[in-house]
């Protein structure tokens, strides 16, 4: 299984990325794809998730209102939308695929929001 992320990079406070998540090696229509995020010095946290199958989607706070989450099913891939990014929005994005019984990380791509 493969889970692998990009699309991070240098953006300005008020700019926008897409970030994609392309998922290989399993099917994942059990599956909630996600994304999260650690920040330099804190703890790895939750920003947004869907669901493989019915689409439903589900945000943290900070992330509500500003990211999409979405998914293209032919592609196998898993997009964040990242509208009105923050300083601290800064942060290695990772891409996360749970069931009720694995769970599999990709190797993180590093957003930075600065002026």
């Not at 998730?49 to 099913?73: L, M, P």
């Not at 929005?89 to 749970?98: F, G, P």
């Amino acid at each position: 299984v493969q889970l692998q992320a990009s699309g991070g990079g240098l953006v300005q406070p008020g700019g926008s990325l897409r970030l994609s998540c392309a998922a290989s090696g399993r099917t994942f229509s059990r599956f909630h794809m996600g994304w999260f995020r650690q920040a330099p010095g804190k703890e790895r946290e939750f920003v947004a998730t869907i669901n493989w199958n019915e689409g439903i989607t589900y945000y943290a706070d900070s992330a509500e209102g500003r990211f999409t989450i979405s998914k293209n099913d032919n592609k196998n891939t898993v997009y964040l939308q990242m509208n009105s990014l923050k300083p601290e929005d800064t942060a290695v994005y990772y891409c996360n695929a749970a069931s009720m019984y694995s769970t599999y990380w990709g190797q993180g791509t590093l957003v930075t929001v600065s002026s």
